[in-house]
C-alpha cells in the first residue's frame, strides 16, 4: 500500500450565498484545490452529497460537476451518506489513491440549502433516517438531538451551562476563520437566550442552514514533492457503523461508529488520543459533539 498526501485544497465562504447555484459552488472549491495544487486534471472526481436530489432535485451530480469542470478523460463517483457524505468520498478517494488505482483525485463536498424554505431544510435532514420507522413519527433531526442533550444532563447531572460552552468555544473559533457563516463572539448567557427549537435545545446549540463547497487533491506520497514541500500526510482514515436507531443502541449516549473508527484510525497511524493537538468534530449540535469528544477518546 502506498502512503498518501494532500497537496491541494479549496474552499467557498460558508453562508447564505444567493448567487451561486450548487454547481457553481462544487466548481469554485474544485478549482481552487487544483489552482492550490498546480494540476488541471485528476484520474477521479469524488463528490460528496446529501440532499440535492430533494432540494434542487438534481440526481446524476457527479457527471454534472465533472463535466462542468472539463475534465474529458476523468471519472466521477458520487457518494452520499448523510452528514458523513463529504468524509465517506475523502476516505474512498484515499483508498483508491492507496491501492494504487488511481495517482490523483478530487474530492468535493458541497451542498446547497439556503434556496429552500427552512420546514423544506428539515423534512429534506429527515430522509436520512428510517422513513416506516422514525420519520413517520413527525420527529425532526432538532428534536433528536434535543433527545440526546435532555438524556444526557440528567443522567450526568450536567447543567445545561456546561454543554452551551461548546457553541461558545464554535463561534470563536469561527470568529478567525474567514470562509465561517458566523464570526460573531457569543456567551452562555446568549446561547441559553436564544429561541428554543426543540426542548431543551437551543438555536444557538444547532447547525445552521447553510451552502458551502470544500475540496481536496490526493496524491501518493512519493509523487507530493513535485508540486510543494508543505504537503500534508494522510495517516490513516477508518470507518465504522452503528445502529441506525438510537432505540436499539446498547447506550445512547456513545456514537459507537465514531469510537470504533476512530480506534483503527489511532491503530493505522500508531498514534493515540494524547497525541493529537488539533480536533475537529462532527458538531451538528453541541451535544453532538460532545459525544463525539468523548468517544473519540
Not at 51 to 74: E, H, M, V, W
Not at 263 to 272: G, I, L
Amino acid at each position: 500500500m502506498r502512503r498518501v498526501a494532500i497537496i491541494g485544497v479549496g474552499c467557498t465562504s460558508v453562508g447564505e450565498i444567493w448567487d451561486k447555484s450548487l454547481k457553481d459552488l462544487a466548481v469554485e472549491a474544485s478549482l481552487k484545490a487544483l489552482d492550490d495544487a498546480g494540476i488541471e486534471n485528476v484520474d477521479r472526481v469524488y463528490i460528496g452529497n446529501a440532499l440535492s436530489p430533494i432540494l434542487q432535485y438534481q440526481t446524476n451530480l457527479a457527471s454534472i460537476i465533472i463535466d462542468s469542470l472539463g475534465f474529458n478523460n476523468s471519472s466521477s463517483i458520487l457518494v452520499e451518506a448523510a452528514d458523513a457524505s463529504g468524509g465517506l468520498a475523502f476516505h474512498e478517494a484515499f483508498k483508491a489513491v492507496r491501492s494504487g488505482l488511481i495517482d490523483y483525485a478530487l474530492v468535493v463536498g458541497v451542498e446547497k440549502m439556503s434556496d429552500s424554505k427552512p420546514s423544506e431544510v428539515a423534512s429534506a435532514l429527515m430522509s436520512f433516517e428510517d422513513q416506516d420507522y422514525v420519520a413517520f413519527t413527525g420527529v425532526t433531526q432538532a428534536g433528536l438531538h434535543a433527545l440526546l442533550l435532555r438524556i444526557y444532563m440528567e443522567k450526568f447531572n450536567v447543567k445545561h451551562e456546561d454543554i452551551a460552552l461548546f457553541a461558545v468555544n464554535a463561534h470563536k473559533n469561527a470568529s478567525k476563520n474567514p470562509y465561517a457563516q458566523f464570526k460573531n463572539i457569543i456567551g452562555v448567557e446568549d446561547v441559553l437566550k436564544s429561541p428554543l427549537i426543540a426542548d431543551p435545545l437551543r438555536l444557538l446549540e444547532y447547525v445552521g442552514i447553510s451552502d458551502g463547497a470544500a475540496a481536496v487533491v490526493l496524491c501518493p506520497l512519493e509523487e507530493a514533492e513535485k508540486f510543494r514541500s508543505n504537503f500534508v500526510e494522510i495517516l490513516a482514515s477508518a470507518t465504522a457503523v452503528d445502529k441506525l436507531f438510537l432505540t436499539e443502541r446498547d447506550d445512547i449516549l456513545t456514537f459507537n461508529s465514531t469510537r470504533i473508527a476512530a480506534e483503527k484510525a489511532f491503530k493505522e497511524a500508531k498514534v493515540s488520543p494524547k497525541d493529537i493537538d488539533v480536533v475537529e468534530v462532527h458538531d451538528s449540535s453541541t451535544i453532538a459533539g460532545i459525544i463525539s469528544l468523548e468517544d473519540l477518546g
